[in-house]
Nanobody
Framework: QVQLVESGGGLVQAGDSLRLSCAAS????????MGWFRQAPGKEREFVAG????????AYAESAKGRFTISRDNAKNTVYLQMNTLKPEDTAVYYC???????????????WGQGTQVTVSS
């Protein structure tokens, strides 16, 4: 199995940047596609970004394009989400997840972290 722990969240001002990290443990980490999701209070969890297990393919939600960058370092068993030009609407709990299938399929993710809070004030 895979265990995921997110870190890097916090309280920032609009326009600031944060880099979230997701530390993974498990011997099969390299063969999992990874995704970042977020959930604001009272709203559905939504896809933010995904990356293939090789790291050569990525995908982003429209709201994240041009501002967020997902990357991974398999040698460190870590996936990152660099978030620039943060907006108040980015406020949410951010979750890291691992899937053996497509990173587009939220229902197919087998493993989830407990989340890290990102709060962006105006």
């Amino acid at each position: 199995q895979v265990q995921l722990v997110e870190s890097g969240g916090g309280l920032v001002q609009a326009g600031d940047s944060l880099r979230l990290s997701c530390a993974a443990s498990g011997r099969t980490f390299r063969r999992y596609n990874m995704g970042w999701f977020r959930q604001a209070p009272g709203k559905e969890r939504e896809f933010v970004a995904g990356i293939s297990w090789i790291g050569t393919s990525t995908a982003y939600a429209e709201s994240a394009k041009g501002r967020f960058t997902i990357s991974r370092d398999n040698a460190k068993n870590t996936v990152y989400l660099q978030m620039n030009t943060l907006k108040p609407e980015d406020t949410a709990v951010y979750y890291c997840a691992a899937t053996g299938g497509s990173y587009y399929d939220q229902g197919g993710y087998e493993y989830w972290g407990q989340g890290t809070q990102v709060t962006v004030s105006s």
